[in-house]
């Protein structure tokens, strides 16, 4: 089990009593039952490559682990309702690569895509870099199988379209975190796979001068534009010395990246306003340089560049991840003000912003001054850093979790920084389905 009892980036780990592996949704089901009778908690489990924690057990040794990862096929693919449905242990990768075997595409994509599974994606309302063009995990889900607290199978798994039945399950359980339901399977809505994309690496000077040519974009490819990260000088650094076979896109090192990706069935159709706009940027001066990849491994090197920074960041050494969001707008205004304000109170911290500009979503990450016990530092410091972080997205409007959940990491902040009233319907909601408490205990609301 020691692989499992400790979460991806070694943070967080626990104990179990056992380690469950169903096969089916019935065996899940049984399980559940069992567990209630004998009041015994349930910690589930996909690909453990969550960020807060959400899917290792306490250090108790009392908890049962259960592990997803054998409930890994794709039951049905409907090429002409552009739906399939997958169980929970199903990889994101393959779940890809099955639908692209019928000419159709998943349109939700990650860093890490290689271990990520169906169950866990859903349980987190999970993000990626193609949200702006098409939603989290909760806009992609068709309908939702689940085993609830008590031992009952919820089949939703219908893709209605109209159902008015009152309280939507199928949204609740989504983003639950496995706290209300374990998520067996689900039905998902696939694309058509793309005929043509466009991928562009831009350089620039600051976040507002990004900001100012999202809105370009948006005005002269429309519905096209399928991806817009932005990422400064300091993490395609990191990731130039971390990660092998990556080069940097551009001659002349900018202090500020846009990634751009465009999607569509032809490419002449995407790339003559691509080029237009990106000209017209580069003539008034918004942008410095261009990179425009010629083919699809060069568009697959830009994004390799992208999806790497997490692991080139851990390798930096020690630091705090804050995976926020704010009103798009606001994003410049964020990094610019955030590193100032923690300087103040916390002499020396370095600052790093990179993530979804099109979408607001933030992976702000702060390192201790140079020249200390990086991990004796954050033990210290930590949490009260955090919290002005988090402080300082809620004054602007924002969320102190963009798409990584709320886990055991931020439990405690939320339950001190959110509104009452959002904290009041979401212990409520788990009080009427999970009164004994067992299913995913210390995670979300506790």
């Known amino acids: 089990m020691a692989p499992w009892l400790t979460d991806w980036r070694g943070k967080y780990h626990g104990q179990a009593a056992a380690m469950l592996s169903p096969v089916s949704t019935d065996e899940v089901a049984e399980i559940v039952r069992l567990c209630a009778a004998e009041g015994a908690a349930i910690v589930p489990q996909g690909g453990n490559s969550g960020m807060v924690g959400g899917a290792t057990p306490d250090a108790s040794g009392h908890q049962l682990l259960l592990s997803l990862r054998r409930m890994n096929r794709i039951r049905s693919i409907d090429a002409a309702a552009r739906t399939a449905v997958a169980e929970a242990g199903v990889v994101l990768e393959n779940f890809h690569h099955a639908a692209l075997d019928v000419g159709l595409r998943f349109p939700l994509t990650l860093g890490g895509k290689g271990s990520a599974t169906i169950g866990g994606l859903v349980s987190t309302n999970a993000g990626g870099t193609q949200v702006l063009r098409h939603g989290t995990m909760r806009a992609l889900v068709a309908g939702i199988e689940a085993v609830l607290p008590e031992g009952s199978i919820f089949d939703g798994l219908a893709p209605l379209k109209k159902d008015n039945r009152g309280y939507d399950l199928r949204h609740l359980l989504c983003g639950a975190e496995g706290t209300l339901g374990i998520v067996t399977a689900a039905c998902l809505h696939l694309i058509p796979a793309n005929a043509a994309r466009q991928t ?42 971390h990660i092998p076979q990556t080069r940097a896109p551009l001659a002349n090192p900018a202090p500020w990246n846009a990634l751009i990706e465009l999607a569509g069935d032809d490419e002449g159709a995407l790339a003559v306003p691509l080029e237009a706009t990106l000209a017209a940027a580069l003539d008034a001066g918004l942008i410095d340089d261009v990179a425009l990849a010629k083919n699809e491994r060069e568009s697959e090197d830009f994004w390799k560049l992208r999806d790497s920074i997490s692991e080139a960041e851990r390798a930096e050494g020690p630091a705090l991840q804050h995976d926020v969001s704010v009103p798009v707008d606001l994003m410049p205004r964020f990094i610019a003000d955030n590193p100032a304000r923690l300087a103040a109170e916390f002499p020396g911290v370095r600052t790093t912003s990179f993530g979804h500009l099109g979408d607001g979503n933030i992976h702000h990450h702060v390192q201790p001054p140079a020249g200390v016990d990086g991990q004796a530092w954050l033990a210290q410091h930590g949490a009260a850093l955090s919290r002005a972080v988090y402080s300082h997205v809620i004054e ?39 009164p004994a408490g067992l299913f995913n205990p210390g995670k979300l609301i506790g």
Request: hydrophobic share 45%; proline share 4%.
């Open 396 to 434: 602007l409007g924002g969320s102190i979790s963009a798409e990584h959940g709320i886990g055991q990491m931020k439990r405690d902040i939320l339950a001190e920084l959110d509104s009452p009233a959002r904290l009041h319907a979401l212990r409520a909601v788990k009080a009427g389905l999970d």
């Open 200 to 241: 562009a690496w831009v350089g620039l000077k600051s976040p507002e001068a990004a900001l100012a040519l999202l809105r370009k974009l948006d005005d002269g490819v429309g519905d096209a534009l399928e991806g817009f990260e932005i990422v400064p000088k300091s993490s395609l650094d990191a990731v130039l010395r």
